[in-house]
């Protein structure tokens, strides 16, 4: 994603069966390859986990105001 991944859209890397599809190999983002995950990042199941991830998206949006004329 030459871009960005924005927020709430899955990556593309990502298979259907929740697996990366460059995991190990040099393509992947250092971001990804340097990410240690946490018993608060994962939770217990999915569910918990996506709370998280939803929980860091929403803090970290842009702030679209900044700089713009009203
Ligand atoms: S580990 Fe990184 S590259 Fe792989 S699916 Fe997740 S976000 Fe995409």
């Known amino acids: 994603m030459p871009h960005g991944k924005p927020a709430g859209i899955p990556c593309v890397q990502l298979l259907p069966d929740m697996r990366c599809a ?3 190999q ?3 983002p250092a971001v990804c390859s340097s990410l240690r995950p946490t ?3 994962c939770g217990v199941n999915r569910d918990e986990a ?3 991830l939803t929980a860091l ?3 970290t949006q ?3 105001t900044v700089g713009r004329d009203r």
Request: proline residues 11%; negative net charge.
């Open 22 to 24: 460059i995991f190990g």
């Open 26 to 28: 040099p393509e992947r």
């Open 39 to 41: 018993n608060e990042m």
């Open 50 to 52: 996506m709370t998280y």
């Open 57 to 59: 998206e929403n803090r």
């Open 62 to 64: 842009p702030d679209w």
